[in-house]
């Protein structure tokens, strides 16, 4: 089959499954609808597949296959087409997007099924598919733009899904508002890039932007990639726009998994990484993503410790790892960041799923301190939430362990990294290990805390064979990227992700090879300060679930800080939101009412006593009007003529 | 006399004469009282044009005057169903077709 | 300049347009002939057998009798356009009819006269050759529906006016299910012109099939047997759009009297009848030319037919004569038969009512035309695959 | 010959047929005598007592209306008959085929439309 | 005179005379009688333009359908004679007539001047020539792959107008007695 016929089925195929669903969404049977949708994207994943078997079968130099279908608009020197790329980089995307996707679809089938919107809801999650996979296809700037705005609205939609519910509303709000925010940044970022280069295709940017030799500290390129990156830190939740991510948790669960950890929240990171030729040009803002990011790994990692939310654990975890995503990005590690991106979508889609099924089995409670010792009531989702652990605390030889080490190894070594950054991330690392025990002990193992009247059970099977196909992808998907340093002790196995992205990851001014021992030492500091805090938080939460109490007893001003998350909420709305309104009050008051209004009614008055002059031409009979025209077109003819 | 104006045809021709027939059609919007022969005169305009896009076509030899005809077409007999729709059924109401009659529609 | 040569060619060419336009017209006394005697035949009795041989001489009674009668206009007609009406009648029908080819072009070398050289020239035995044959012919057939409404409206009667407006209902309703089942056929021979279309059909029946070629010597390669469908609907709608039995329903004895034409009477009466046989030319015409392999014969490809010719006769001219006389027959055979399935359908079939007949045409015609446009553009989509 | 002088030639020979034949149904028949009734227009046996005011059923209208919307569309299936092999030929079958049929299909569902609300009934 | 030329004359006078008299005929119906002709004229200058299937389609759709409806809807009206067929005001309709005139006058200059200007430009360069099967072919080539969105647009439009068309013709229609 030819590549734009596959590229069209792999485009449309969630398309159509939307218009399918759309059209029947007052329909209640979740297995039509949901096998609809399933089936929509597991069309699409085997287009992927198709896709990607020929990309791997093309020469390593121009591994690409480019599609365009039309002239979507020509203004001038501005030309774009519905362009649609795959290369290494969304290969990667497309695969992951479409295959978690289909097993979170699977996944939704069953945790869906007494939902009465169930056919709009799969409507919306076909929707995402799509606009996601324009988003990671498109060849332009502007293309993706179409995608992301599109992914931000099924977003909204999907957190908003129980819109009875006042405050899931408000959430589903707070995430469109925010991320409104960080577009705006991006619609300037790209006006930036345009004015700079005159295009937006992502070739043409990439092989330009080594050409635009940057001056001043705030030229054009780092000004556009500044811009870029605030509307990353919209989309990817990253400080300090990310607040709407905790609260999106409101939205149904595998809609967490999908959007809020795999997908949707990673498209920053994709954007960045595929102008990576552009962003390694403006060291300024590398600096400003790896601090952003460093910050973010370990203040979300804080937060995350003292939520009780089974799903605001991991959304804070997420906003964490993503920091871990953009600390990569920000010291040049790019395939790093794509790497962790890959298995942090296989554990945390994993996790969210796991949780999704405690919070079904557990009849939608969602409390950690009403749950403990489910372990014997659900083994299967025990077992493969114990894997997305272990892959998330980066235990050696898990596909954590590998992305996560290399992201610390190249923020150490990188000439873009520092040794601060690398401390934070072990941070980070630690505190993670910290709250994700925390979060597994006081979940499925101890003693239960389940009110009597409360049963849990196993899940249907349609839901835990996505988890067990995750928790196999958790485990082994890092094996793909093994380091060198780890490789050579394996039968010399070799770093396939390196070989693949390596076109397309342009190399860090400055790199020097890292030499095995600070390697091996860098390793072992982050496992064994992960393995020592696994611990504690196993002693604390399982052993004698006193102490934590105690300590934060004693810590309790500190305690108090993170538990209501650093007050950031309110810091916005008292910093910000309502200084905002008052001052909008003052000046509609004082300017609005008292002064314009008074100067409309003026305008006003004399606009009316004008207006009943002219009135007298508005006759209502149309053949006059038409003559107006005409007559108009005479005079502007003649002036035309005798000029 | 120079007869080359009368034996060579070329698209001054017919731009002229597409021109006028516009012309008369606007004519006819301005002065007629009748909505129907008022739509007919906008069909007259409407096909003058469609000569001119024709004519380009033929004599900067691309061919997307011919689609554009095709377009402008459609459109005509678009507004036509549509005009007459609505002089139907105002007629049926009120038994009137005078433009100036359809005055009493507004606000 | 090469107008010297023109003229010669201009002047044939005028005359054969004269001569189309009087074939068509002199068909209609024969035709009506026909139509009595068969009915006469179907309906187990004589027909007209005093007057003539066989009744042939009633055709010249009939002439006279029209062209005597009394010629008037009813005092609420519109004079103009009771006049205009049966001319335009006649019209549509000639124009269209004369874009028909008939038979294979006559080639004339070059010959002596009045002290010049002339030729050579070819001669297309049709009035003129049109790219786009077909669309032209539908164009022009359906400016028909004026002639009902000019005569209908001009008349100053109400049972003209309403039957002119049935008739004119019906003709455009039927048009549509006409025009899409003809998108079949011409996706079929990619192209709207009548000759080549009729060029495409000589031989035995053979085509592609996904990279197979498939030959059935026994049967010609005619369209009726890729297009059964299409050709169904098009004889059908081609009823219709002549308003004959069983779509007659234009005029009705107990309603409408006779229709648009009521009022008209004489040589005025005879334009429209005329004009009603002209429709069922064209039809049987095109019917022939779209399905039936036009002017060519069956199994026998025309470039056969060219070399058989030229073994008989001296020159290239009178070859090329003697196979445009043969294709000419053939056609003429072919023809023949459709106009008399036209008069044997009008004495056999019971006609429709007025609800049925817009109900087949909207509900059943036009989705089943739609269905053949989808089946055969699928068909040939995957037939090239 | 150019093709210009072929329609020079329909238009000239149309035009003076119609003049010929509009010339012969004139001056054919014998001159009519005047009668006032033979003069009226035709009714039934019964004299013609109204003037001529018939309410005539907006029924025609619609089908003309219908009429004209779907001979564009169909009108709009030529062109693609046309080329529709060559596109075959030039690989962007699927495509055309596709979009023809998204076309057919929004046909289809005006006509269903048309069906289902009545348009097409006639009593 | 060549046969062209002779041919644009003539259909250049058919047309303006009947696109005249559609607009000078107090009776509609011969207005759109006329206005038929016109459009049987335009298809015939589309023939010497060489555009066959545009006039094809001209004839097919103005001729055959649009206008048939026109004359229809007046035939249903029974629409005699127009009381008042013109616009009565004196001053409006002088003006009228005088901004047609000046337009006309206008587009007519601004024709000439653009073509002098135009020079080279407009130099008779028919790439379009032969039969018309070229000409179509080539039309449903770009119709169906530069213009393809259009033509979808179109096939929309055409449906909300035979739902909207039909809706409205068999509404009560207006809201008040005048």
Known sequence: MNHSLLMAILILAPFVGFLIN?????????????????????????????????????????????????????????????????????????????????????????????????????????????????????????????????????????????????????????????????????????????????????????????????????????????????????????????????????????VSALIHAATMVTAGVYMIVRLNPLFIMAPNTMMVIAI???????????????????????AYSTVSQLGYMFLAVGVGAFGAAMFHLMTHAFFKALMFLGSGSVIHGMHEEQDIRKMGGLKKYMPITHITFVMGWLAIIGTPLFSGFFSKDEILAYAFHSPMGSPILWAAGVVGATLTAFYMTRLMALTFWGKSRVSPDVHPHESSAIMTIPLIILAILSVFAGWIGVPHVIGEHLGHMPNFWEHWLHPMISPIPGWTAIDHTTEWVLMGCSVGLATVSAIVAYQFYVKSPETPKKIAESIKPVYNLVNNKYFVDEAYFGGIINPLINLSKNTWYYIDVNFIDKMTFWAGDLVRGMGSFVRSVQTGNMQQYAMYIGIGVVVALSFVIMR | MNTEFITNIGLTHYLVLAALLFVIGMAGVLVRRNVIVLLMSIELMLNSVNLTFVAFSKYLGILDGHIMVFFVMTIAAAEAAVGLALAVSIFKRFNEVNIRFFEHLKG | MGMGKDIFEITVNGLKLVVIFLMMVQMVPILVWLERRGSAFIQDRLGPNRVGPLGLMQLLADAVKFLTKENFVPDTAKPFLYYAAPVFALIPGAVAFSAIPMSSPIQVGTFEMFGSTWGPYTFLVQGYEIGVGIVFILGVSSLAAYTLLMAGWGSGNK??????????????????????????????????????????????????????????????????????????????????????????????????????????????????????????????????????????????????????????????????????LIHFLAFNVKFAFFMWVFIWVRWTLPRFRYDQLMDLGWKTMLPWALANTIITAFVIYIASL | MPLGGVIFIVIFIALFGAFLVWLAANITGTKPVYNPVKYEPYECGIPGIEKKETKISVKYYLTAILFILFDIEIIFMYPWAISFREFISTGGGAFVFISMMVFIAIFIFGLFWEVKSKALEWD | MTADAFLFWFLAFVTLASGLSVILMSNPIYSALCLAMTMVGISALFVTLNAFFIAGVQLIVYAGAVMVLFTMVIMLFDLKKDVQAFTKGKFTGAVKIASVGLLAGLVVGAIAMSVSLMGEKTTDNPVMVGTGMETTKALGNILFSKYIFGFEALGVLLLVIAVGAVALARSKGGTHEH
């Open chain 1, 22 to 254: 759309g059209a029947r969404y007052k329909k209640h049977s979740g297995n039509v609808a949901g096998s609809i949708a399933t089936v929509a994207v597991a069309i699409s994943f085997i287009s992927a597949i198709l896709l990607v078997v020929d990309l791997i079968s093309m020469p390593a130099e121009g591994r690409r296959i480019a599609v365009s279908f039309f002239e979507w608009m020509a203004i001038d020197k501005f030309k774009v087409n519905a362009g649609f790329v795959v290369d290494q980089i969304s290969a990667i995307m497309i695969l992951v997007i479409t295959g978690v996707g289909t097993l979170i679809h699977l996944f939704s089938i069953g945790y869906m099924h007494h939902d009465k919107g169930v056919a709009k809801y799969f409507a919306y999650l076909n929707l995402f598919i799509f606009n996601m996979l324009l988003l990671v296809l498109g060849d332009s700037l502007l293309v993706m733009f179409v995608g992301w705005e599109g992914v931000g609205l099924c977003s909204y939609l999907l957190i908003g899904f129980w819109f009875t519910d006042k405050e899931k509303a408000a959430a589903g709000m707070k995430a469109f508002i925010t991320n409104r925010i960080g577009d705006a940044a991006f619609l300037l970022g790209m006006f930036v890039l345009f004015i700079t280069f005159g295009t937006l295709n992502f070739s043409e940017l990439n092989a330009l932007a080594p050409t635009v030799a940057e001056s001043t500290w705030l030229g054009a390129l780092t000004l556009g990639t500044l811009f870029l990156f605030i509307g990353a830190t919209g989309k990817s939740a990253q400080i300090p726009l990310y607040v709407w991510l905790p609260d999106a948790m409101a939205g149904p669960t595998p």
């Open chain 1, 292 to 314: 952003i990011g460093a910050a973010t790994a370990v203040f979300a990692a804080t937060i995350g410790i003292t939520q009780n939310d089974i799903k605001k654990v991991l």
């Open chain 3, 159 to 324: 049972y003209t006016l309403m039957g002119a407006l049935r008739a004119s209902a019906q003709t455009i309703s039927y048009e549509l299910a006409l025009g899409l089942s003809i998108v079949g056929v011409i996706m079929l021979y990619g192209t709207f012109n009548l000759t080549e279309m009729t060029l495409a059909q000589q031989g035995p029946l053979s085509f592609t099939f996904l990279g197979n070629n498939v030959t059935a010597s026994w049967l010609p390669n005619w369209g009726i047997f890729y297009q059964p469908l299409a050709a169904i609907l098009f004889f059908s709608a081609a009823f219709a759009e002549s308003n004959r039995l069983p779509f007659d329903l234009a005029e009705g004895e107990s309603e409408l009297v006779g229709g648009f034409h009521t009022e008209y009477g004489g040589f005025k009466f005879n334009m429209f009848f005329i004009g009603e046989y002209g429709h069922m030319m064209i039809a049987s015409g095109l019917m022939v030319l779209f399905f039936f392999g036009g002017y060519t014969i069956p199994y026998v490809s025309v470039a056969e037919l060219n070399e058989w010719a030229a073994s008989v006769t001296s020159t290239a001219g009178k070859a090329s004569a003697l196979v445009a």
